[in-house]
T-cell receptor, first 116, second 115 residues
Framework: DTGVSQDPRHKITKRGQNVTFRCDPI?????LYWYRQTLGQGPEFLTY????????KSRLLSDRFSAERPKGSFSTLEIQRTEQGDSAMYLC??????????????FGSGTRLTVV | AQSVTQPDIHITVSEGASLELRCNYS??????LFWYVQSPGQGLQLLLK??????LVQGIKGFEAEFKRSQSSFNLRKPSVHWSDAAEYFC?????????????FGSGTQLTVLP
């Protein structure tokens, strides 16, 4: 078990460009979450998947954001036409749905996005 | 909707001193409560969680937290702080974890440990 992996660790992009981040959850976990964290704040929920189904999306997730988890394993988060306000740390987490460890999210180290 | 307040933005303690970080939550039903720690540039590590049962919860690294329903609080404590505890600490509340889903985090408390 190597934990939750996120790639890349850092991304610098020009305003208006598209970016895509990848998250590989813990293999046994059936739930996967995306959060966004800006400087000096706690993480904010963006969306979550149970297996390949995207079951909930935050109002923070504008039309420029899309997330997928095509085979119920890894997930991607794409931001189109990036804006400076998108600069943040994007965190992925995974968990079991049920059982004694349910809700015990394991977070990845995050992808830090800087839009210039 | 649930919310979390961490009243202390920054706390400084001396190594070996005791620590208490405050967390107040707002949620209509029985909450699921968490404390996470984050080192610079890193993701969040779960320290402990409360779902039900004993209101005093033990976690990793010598931390504990006490759920007080009457005060809507879930304060984190450690009897003797180590220099390696310097980090940012986040309290979070979760809704309906049996069926979902998302955590709502406080804005964090930055802990500085003096030698």
């Amino acid at each position: 078990d190597t934990g939750v992996s996120q790639d890349p660790r850092h991304k610098i992009t020009k305003r208006g460009q598209n970016v895509t981040f990848r998250c590989d959850p813990i293999s046994e976990h059936n739930r996967l979450y995306w959060y966004r964290q800006t400087l000096g704040q706690g993480p904010e929920f963006l969306t979550y998947f149970q297996n390949e189904a995207q079951l909930e999306k935050s109002r923070l997730l504008s039309d420029r954001f899309s997330a997928e988890r095509p085979k119920g394993s890894f997930s991607t988060l794409e931001i189109q036409r990036t804006e400076q306000g998108d600069s943040a740390m994007y965190l992925c987490a995974s968990s079991f749905k049920k059982g004694p460890t349910a809700g015990g999210y394991t977070f990845g180290s995050g992808t830090r996005l800087t839009v210039v | 909707a649930q919310s979390v307040t961490q009243p202390d933005i920054h706390i400084t303690v001396s190594e070996g001193a005791s620590l208490e970080l405050r967390c107040n939550y707002s949620y209509g039903a029985t909450p699921y409560l968490f404390w996470y720690v984050q080192s610079p540039g890193q993701g969040l590590q779960l320290l402990l969680k409360y779902f039900s049962g004993d209101t005093l919860v033990q976690g990793i690294k010598g931390f504990e937290a006490e759920f007080k329903r009457s005060q809507s609080s879930f304060n984190l404590r450690k009897p003797s702080v180590h220099w390696s505890d310097a980090a940012e600490y986040f309290c979070a509340v979760g809704a309906g974890l049996g069926s979902a889903r998302q955590l709502t985090f406080g804005s964090g408390t930055q802990l500085t440990v003096l030698p």
